[in-house]
């Protein structure tokens, strides 16, 4: 189940999807390679997945992060894992290490929220940064040129204990999903490049002589 808006013209303002879906993974990262091919070449894609390994419902970001570091991706550098999270004490300094390492960096910001019963095991991609520990009342840096959020428990009230409590079944679900998205991504954003360069590359006969395309 899913629900896109669009406007026209432009990315995908919102767009809801159930881990449970197994079109999931593929709805996902055709949103994403159609947002991701408007991205200039010159800007590297980082994907920053922020959470603890010390709250269950906090570890969506840096269990997605561990699954994409077992991956060779092409398209995508990776922050936040099991082994280095993001986190609220060192969130300013990566992002910091980021724009210094990187050439206009586009983010895309992974995280955990909390949200309606109706919601739950549910991800969330929109335009625009997140907003990490809004629901814990922390002040901290706005994150990415969009981000993905998934909903693993109810929110409204005791937000650290809700998060403390919350079933690993239901966040590895949403890792695995958006780990399986993100590499489906780097496939398609891959094969475009390769197929653009094929292109540019080919010799074409104009006027008795063979030129190449131009870039």
Do not use: W
Not at 28 to 35: I, P
Not at 106 to 120: E, Q, S, T
Not at 127 to 143: E, I, R, S, T
């Amino acid at each position: 189940m899913f629900r896109k808006q669009s406007r026209p013209g432009h990315s995908p303002v919102s767009l809801y999807l159930d881990t449970e879906s197994e079109q999931t993974p593929a709805i996902l990262s055709n949103t994403l390679t159609d947002v991701l091919s408007t991205v200039p070449e010159t800007s590297e894609i980082v994907i920053v997945c922020i959470g603890t390994d010390r709250s269950t419902g906090d570890s969506l970001g840096p269990l997605t992060g561990t699954l994409l570091a077992k991956n060779k991706l092409d398209n995508f550098k990776i922050y936040g894992t099991l082994a280095s999270p993001v986190h609220a004490v060192n969130l300013e300094e990566v992002l910091a290490d980021i724009e210094l390492r990187y050439t206009s960096p586009y983010i895309i910001a992974v995280d955990a929220c909390l949200g309606r019963v109706k919601n739950v095991g549910s991800l969330h991609f929109e335009d625009g940064p997140v907003y990490p520990g809004a629901a814990m009342k922390k002040n901290l840096p706005p994150v990415g040129q969009v981000h993905i959020t998934g909903i693993v428990n109810v929110g409204g009230m005791m937000e650290f204990f809700v998060l403390q409590n919350t079933r690993l079944h239901v966040v590895m679900q949403m890792a695995e999903s958006l780990s399986e998205s993100f590499v489906l991504a780097d496939r398609r954003l891959q094969g475009k490049k390769l197929i653009k360069k094929a292109y540019q590359d080919r010799p074409v006969p104009i006027g008795g002589k063979t030129v190449k395309h131009e870039a």
